[in-house]
């Protein structure tokens, strides 16, 4: 049962184009979103993170945008830069995220010079 | 800041051998920390949850005598695992939960390559 889904395995944009990753959830308890980044081999890196007493959080290029009612999430980077080029995973938690991540099966970046 | 070390990055052992992997975070003190377990081209699978001073929750299927959990301070976890067999080998990450106010983000440690020959 993959509570967290992440639809696109893989996305291509254009250098300086923006990139949208999205996320869905089934399980209506999780109130506490995350994306990370990850190149291979190594542990993923923290983006960015929203509650969901929001539907918007942003921190320099990258803003994720949260639909409660869709239980929906998105992450936009703006722009597009070639060392975005990696996997994106985004991750939910209950409890305002004092519950265990679980985790989508990720979505593979590549961005074109 | 909310930097997390493993050791060793990686590590080659014959079957039959235990393994020692350490977690820290290295500018926060974590309460928590976590191990997971990821198969090439797959998400992280959680294996377990470390709480400092107290057992490791081990989710389903994860044995708990294999892959032994130690949380001896509020700054370093150990995973163990116990007579590695090849079909141990894995990427292995740790992460370690911030609580502070609202923020709970786990930060993940740089992982560790397992291969039992």
Redesign the interface.
Known sequence: DQQVKQNSPSLSVQEGRISILNCDYTNSMFD?F?W?KKYP??????LI?I?SIKDKNEDGRFTVFLNKSAKHLSLHIVPSQPGDSAVY?CAA?AR???E??T????TRLTIIP | G?V?S?HPSWVICKSGTSVKIECRSLDFQATTM?WYRQFPK???M?MA?SNEGSKATYEQGVEKDKFLINHASLTLSTLTVTSAHPEDSS?Y???A?VRQG??????????T?LTVL
């Open positions: 506490y995350l990370y081999a190594e542990g993923p890196t923290f993170s509650s995973f938690s305002g995220g004092n265990k991540l985790f989508g099966t990720g | 909310a997390v493993q976590f797959q998400s992280l959680l949850t990427f990450i740790c992460s939960r609202a923020d709970h983000t786990q930060y993940f440690g740089p992982g390559r």
